[in-house]
Structures are given as C-alpha cells and as structure tokens.
C-alpha cells in the first residue's frame, strides 16, 4: 500500500495547481491521498520572521491530530507532497514520528532545511520572494536534492504569462510523475 500526504502552503491550498495535479498524478500510481488541511494563519506572514514561525508551530500543532489516525506503518511507501511553509511542516512531521519518506518539494521556504532529512526533489521559482534563491541553490547542492529552477517564476513557480505558465506546469508534472514512479517497486 502507498500514501502521499499533502502538506499545503499559508495561501496556496490542495486545490491550487502544483498540489491538486500532484495528487492526481499519486492517485492514478495508486497512492492514497490524505490532506492536511491546516489553516488560521495570520495576515501579513511574508517577510516577518515572529509570524512566519508562529504559522510553522500553529500548522504542526494541527498536524498531529490531522494525521493522528493514520497507521504509517501499514504503508510500504509514504510520499510527502508540500509546498512553502509545508515543506518545512512535512520534514518536521516526518522527523517527530520516525518516518522514511520520499519528498516533492515546492517551493521550500529556509525553515524547511532546519530540519529536512528526507530524500526528494526541490521546485524553486528563481525570483521567488519568500525564499533567497542562492540559498536554496546551497541548501539543496549541500543535501544532494535536485533543484528544479524554474527561471522569472515566483512562489507559485508562475510568470504572469499565462500560456508559459502552462507549459511549466506541465514539465513540472511530468518531473513530478517520473519522480513518483521510480520510487515504486517493478511489478
């Protein structure tokens, strides 16, 4: 049995593209699919460092009961689908109870290699204003996690030109599908 569980951003929900296509894709490989539907946070996050950890504390707290009737054990593999301040929940949710996940990171916020042990693949929009560029590039070369840049995109991997948009979405999807499926056993 496969789970993916999703870990969404502040403003960007499960129902956004990078997460609700995600799902899609786990769900067609046979995964089942458990969100984590946190939320509450408070205006004005980005660029306040007292709120964005307020936000990461509130949202992990809400995790525990969220996912506290899953039995991870009953699964032979756990993926992790996260964006933003997900990414940085996701890691410290895996770490808290022990477990071996594989990873889809998009858009990690810094927070997130405080405490990232996983294995997984990293989606940055290279003028992403909730996290410095540079320091992703670091983080991730020092973890051995392969970056996905996507050039002049912002923290929803977007451009403003619609149709660009599109067409990295799906290259985004189409790396997202292949990553799912080479963690799957040969049948």
């Known amino acids: 049995m496969k789970l993916a569980v999703v870990f969404p951003g502040i403003g960007y ?12 894709i786990a769900q067609r490989r046979g995964y089942q699919v458990v969100d984590v539907p946190y939320g509450g946070f408070p205006a004005g996050v980005k660029g306040s460092r007292e709120k964005m950890e307020a936000c990461f504390t509130s949202a992990l707290a809400q995790a525990e009961p969220l996912l506290g009737a899953v039995d991870f054990a009953r699964y032979d593999e756990v993926l992790f689908l996260s964006k933003s301040i997900g990414t ?16 889809v990171y998009f858009t990690p916020v810094a927070e997130t290699f405080r405490v990232q042990e996983q294995p997984g693949i990293v989606f ?14 670091a983080e991730c070369e020092k973890r051995g996690l392969p970056l996905f840049l996507v050039p002049d995109a912002d923290h929803s991997l977007e451009t403003g030109d619609v149709l660009n948009d599109l067409s990295t979405l799906r290259r985004v999807m189409e790396t997202v599908a292949r990553y799912i499926a080479e963690g799957e056993e040969p049948k």
């Open 13 to 24: 929900h499960v129902d956004k593209p990078l997460l609700y296509y995600s799902k899609k």
């Open 124 to 137: 940055h929009g290279a003028r992403d204003g909730w996290a410095d560029t540079a320091l992703i590039k």
């Open 88 to 103: 940085a929940i996701a890691c410290a949710y895996g770490q808290r109870h022990g477990l071996r996940t594989r990873n």
